[in-house]
């Protein structure tokens, strides 16, 4: 079975945490092994678990959140086709 991009986004916390099936961490793990910007979120989000794993807080610049929505809805865009994404 093959999974598409949103699928691995959806269960990457799981996966990290080896909460899913044995079924769905295989189909991610194939996944990731031939998808880059899957394994480049899974790092994304692995670091972040390391950075914030020990409590320190990080102020983040302004407009930051606002900056990442708009980057993800463009890479959702256009990973599905929809739109391709806007320069930031």
Request: a negative charge.
């Amino acid at each position: 079975m093959v999974i598409e991009c949103k699928h691995v986004w959806n269960h990457i916390s799981g996966y990290l945490d080896g909460t899913l099936t044995a079924e769905e961490q295989v189909m991610i793990q194939t996944h990731l092994e031939h998808c880059e910007i899957c394994s480049a979120i899974l790092d994304s989000a692995r670091n972040i678990l390391v950075l914030t794993a020990d409590d320190r807080v990080f102020e983040l610049p302004v407009g930051f959140s606002e900056r990442l929505h708009a980057r993800l809805a463009a890479e959702l865009g256009t990973v599905a086709g929809d739109t391709p994404p806007s320069p930031m």
